[in-house]
């Protein structure tokens, strides 16, 4: 219980009446009276707040959400017989989320509902819980208030955000992926899989025109095929402590998975399998490669909570689980940080995995390093400062040039263009028929 301005101002009255009573200016049992009233007045308000039963809550929000976006949480309360007048509202809703629209302070008759929203922007990845939610009652008369707290528990889960590939899902293979940043060369071929009608030209053969079509346009039509592949692709995600770089409001780790969700989406309509392997320390997580309309969401859903850590990562240890667990051949995309420090272990690593996979090594390229590699400045400290980015940056050129020589492809890649390079390379190896 606390007590409300309006009792903090009958007190002060009231002492101001009892420096009047000890001049003598008023009796003194005018004080006493006051007194009394006074008292009366905060055990009776006292009393029928302590007496007035919590009013419900139902929380409403969606179970699944995306990061970096806002979401919309519902809070509807109903009150009981006695009526409160006045609820200040806050929800327990997870720490360092931006919020607005809390806390809430509303009237709340007898017997009457009132429901409000209020908007949070997730601000990390994984499952996040609603512990409850705090009301603050004040009393009929507001000479107190109390505080209370409803066990009202709701659990959502927040995915990375998967906004820009629900915008592709209505799109072509081909107008996906421009979007996302790659382009689409495809290899005209003879294949088993239908792809698309389009205008007879000149040199295909008869067996490629569709007659009916013809027939209904007026002029010559033709099938256009393609390969069908149905081939493998293993995402293999570094999870260790040099993905919790960042450049711009989110790690590396949340670039590379939201590339790798592109990748997959790209992938999955093209009708090859997604699988994923993280690395988590000595730990690993693994999802088989899956493909159909449920790919997507059990990739989702085995990634969603997946953080970098602050261990470092064992590549050897990944190369050997990922022999284990993947006998097919397939293309291993191993996203991570290369750096001169790694020649060795890295090196044996995608050695091993060659002997039997097709190994993509996309290293991220760090902006800062980058500018200030570019910034030479105009004192030695800068000098210094520049030499050493230089120097590191040619580090991680001898590094992707020994992973060539061992026959492994790398990409040198920005975080912004991580998308689009991984998903053109997928369909040079596919054009190429390397895969």
């Known amino acids: 219980m606390r007590p409300g301005p309006l009792l903090l101002w009958l007190l002060f009255g009231w002492t101001l009446v009892g420096v009047l009573a000890s001049i003598g200016t008023i009796p003194l049992t005018a004080w006493l009276a006051c007194g009394a009233g006074l008292a009366c007045m905060m055990l009776i308000d006292a009393w029928r707040l302590l007496r007035t039963p919590s009013p419900a809550l139902q929380r409403e929000l969606a179970p699944v959400v995306p990061l970096g976006l806002d979401m919309y949480v519902r809070l509807r309360l109903q009150s009981a017989k006695q009526s409160l007048r006045i609820v200040d509202v806050h929800d327990l809703h997870p720490g360092g989320w931006p919020v607005r629209g809390l806390p809430h302070r509303f009237p709340l008759p007898m017997q009457a509902a009132y429901a409000f929203e209020y908007t949070l922007t997730p601000g990390e990845r994984g499952p996040a ?26 659990s959502v889960r927040v995915y990375p955000n998967f906004a820009p590939l ?9 107008l996906a992926s421009h979007a996302i940043g790659a382009r689409l060369q495809r290899r005209r071929g003879e294949g088993t899989e239908f792809q698309e009608l389009r205008d007879y ?36 995600l570094d999870c260790g402590r040099r993905m919790l770089a960042r ?105 091993m995995l060659a002997q039997r996979h097709l190994v993509l090594v996309a290293s991220l390229r760090e902006q800062a390093v980058e500018r200030a590699a570019n910034d030479g400045g105009d004192n030695l400290e800068a000098a210094i400062r520049s030499a050493s980015a230089m120097h590191y940056l040619a580090g991680r050129e001898r590094v992707h040039d020994d992973l060539n020589r061992r026959g492994v492809m790398t990409l040198d890649v920005e975080c912004a263009q991580l998308s689009g390079a991984l998903i053109e390379r997928y369909l040079r190896l596919k054009r190429e028929s390397r895969l």
């Open 201 to 236: 030209r000149v040199g295909d053969s008869m067996r490629k025109i569709d007659w009916k079509a013809t027939a209904r346009i007026g002029h010559f039509i033709s099938r256009e095929y393609r390969e069908e592949r149905n081939q493998q692709i293993v995402l293999l």
């Open 129 to 154: 819980v609603f512990a409850g939610c705090h009301l603050r009652l004040h009393s009929a008369w507001r000479l107190w208030s109390q505080r209370r707290t409803l066990d009202v528990v709701n």
């Open 166 to 174: 629900a915008e592709l899902a209505g799109l072509s293979v081909e």
């Open 247 to 351: 450049d711009g409001a989110i790690s590396h780790f949340d670039h590379v998975l939201n590339a790798s969700l592109s990748l997959a989406y790209i992938t999955m309509r093209e009708g090859d399998a997604v699988g994923l392997l993280a690395c988590t320390g000595r730990t690993q997580r693994w999802l088989p490669p899956q493909r159909d309309s449920g790919g997507m969401d059990l990739l989702l859903g085995t990634g969603y909570d997946l953080q970098a850590t602050s261990a470092p990562t064992d590549y050897l240890a990944a190369a050997r689980a990922l022999q284990e667990r993947q006998r097919r051949r397939a293309l291993v995309i191993l996203v991570t940080n290369v750096r001169d420090e790694d020649d060795s272990e890295l090196a044996m690593a995608v050695t």
